[in-house]
């Protein structure tokens, strides 16, 4: 075998993800939220770009910036699966552009339609004022107590946890472990007498045992249950319960009843150290005059520009090469991140709109009428790759008449019926918590029921496994603990 060397030229396609189609990608896929943080991100490491907070509220035109690489969409840039290179993004010479043209801005072309949504109300916001520790110290000041029993109190106060429960014997807490013991119950009974009820309980039992006995219900019949059946609660074994204490079906179902009412997390109505989370519409869909319309919501995307400044820099920079380079790359690649961000808002709204050509029975008459839904079907009406339907989808959130939805909610499987169309798991589920909730609750209906119910009067045949699967994914309990005494 000879060995050698030897130069030879070849052509060939190969799939190049560019820098810019990377960022691309990630602007489609990014949360609200995420891209905000993006942008921030942006700004502190591109100094010319800069916040437009004077952009026009009602989607007026903007001035013409340079296209960048203007004959390809990023939505199709972001189709991983073609099969053909895309050609290095060519640098533009923004000093030349500059000096032979004047413009006042460069932002995001306004699409029609597009409107700024009011502000988030501060109702929307589910957050308590105070923490549960916060507000048991408040009380602890007004309580007839000495200082000794005073301090005592607030440090099991500190050692409660979000639930309002004391985990931890309080002789072992270390402020107080050298203390009597009779002094730590004495401050333990005082903290369980603050408001809420069944606050600094060190179990359940004793949580439910001191609501009860806060209400003045705390009878012997009552008491046994909390410290005997507690599962058969639970569980609905009314017959169980009757026997063991004596009682008929139905009074056993009144005291089922009574403890049931009770607050088994009495701490968990006040605020915690979690950071609230929230979410807003990306989009908005309303019906105007027959037809449904898609709404971008412009508050949720920040909305960039040039800065003005750093363009003249740029046409005052004739003999400074190092300057000229530099604002030539910042300018580019701002550029490219306005155009990804404007093409993003661009295929999400696409996306909706077919999404609701597809829903349209979903949007007139309700969950019931949900059809199923692939990324395929929509990714054919909108134009694009179902990869990038995938990411447009991802983490975002429409409101339309019928409540906020996550776009993914619209993309289910679904069964046969006897139209041959098919229905989404969505609407079968639909029908089975209808079916649930009309049922007669002294004889509740079964799971084989159900899947009878709704092969004869639908035309869906489930199994009753199937069935039983949605019920427990609507956290619905089975026949067995819904029935009624």
């Known amino acids: 075998m000879r060995l050698g060397y030897e130069l030879t030229i070849e052509q060939s396609q190969k799939l190049v993800m560019t820098p810019e189609l990377i960022q691309a990608i990630k602007i489609l896929q990014f949360t609200s939220q995420e891209l905000e943080l993006y942008v921030a991100d942006q ?83 589910v957050q308590s004022e105070v923490s549960l520790t916060e507000y048991l ?59 809420p009820a069944g606050i600094g309980a060190r179990d359940l039992k004793e949580c439910l045992r001191l609501q009860l006995e806060r209400k003045g219900l705390a009878e012997p019949v009552a008491l046994r249950l909390i410290e005997d059946h507690l599962e058969d609660i639970a569980m609905n074994r009314m017959s169980v319960i009757a026997k063991a204490l004596g009682l008929s079906s139905e009074e056993a179902q009144v005291y089922c009843d009574r403890i049931r009412s009770l607050e088994p997390k009495p701490g968990r109505q006040f605020g915690s150290s979690q950071e609230v989370r929230y979410v807003s519409a990306d989009v908005t869909v309303e019906k105007v005059d027959g037809e449904y319309i898609v709404l971008l919501n412009e508050k949720s995307t920040p909305q960039l520009s040039i800065s003005p400044y750093y363009r003249r820099v740029l046409a005052e920079s004739e003999h400074d090469k190092q300057i000229e380079d530099f604002l030539n790359k910042s300018l580019n690649a701002a550029a490219w991140l306005i155009r990804s961000i404007e093409q993003r808002k661009q295929t999400i709204s ?40 995938s990411r447009a ?26 139209t041959g169309t098919g229905i989404a798991s969505g609407s079968v589920k639909e029908l089975l918590k209808e079916m649930i909730a009309s049922e007669d609750q002294a004889s509740p209906l079964s799971d084989q029921v159900i899947a009878g119910r709704l092969k004869k009067e639908h035309g869906i045949s489930l199994s009753r496994r199937t069935v039983a699967k949605y019920r427990d994914e609507l956290e619905i309990p089975a026949s067995s603990r819904r029935k009624r005494y």
């Open 43 to 125: 700004l502190l490491a591109n100094p010319v770009l800069e916040l437009d907070e004077h952009a026009s509220a009602e989607g007026g035109e903007s001035s013409e910036g340079p296209e960048v690489d203007g004959d390809t969409s990023i939505a199709d840039a972001t189709d991983m699966e073609t099969d053909t290179a895309e050609p290095e993004q060519e640098e533009f010479d923004w000093c030349e552009y500059i000096r032979e043209r004047e413009f006042d801005d460069i932002s995001y072309r306004q699409f029609q339609g597009v409107r700024v949504e009011q502000d988030t109300s501060p109702e929307q916001y």
């Open 393 to 418: 989808v991802n983490g975002k959130y429409v409101q339309t008449p019928r409540g906020l939805f996550e776009l993914k909610y619209f993309f289910t499987g679904g069964v046969s019926d006897r």
């Open 137 to 195: 110290m408040t009380q602890v000041q007004f309580i007839c107590l000495d200082t000794g029993c005073r301090r005592i109190a607030r440090w099991i106060i500190e050692a409660l946890d979000e639930n309002g429960y004391l985990t931890l014997n309080p002789c072992d807490i270390p402020a107080i472990a050298s203390v009597d013991p009779i002094h730590i119950e004495h401050a333990l009974a005082a903290v369980q007498n603050l408001d």
């Open 350 to 389: 696409n996306v909706v709109a077919a999404i609701v050509e597809h829903q349209k029975e979903f949007f007139e008459q309700g969950a019931r009428y949900l059809r199923p839904m692939t990324l395929a079907e929509i990714a054919d009406e909108a134009g694009v790759h179902e990869s990038t339907v």
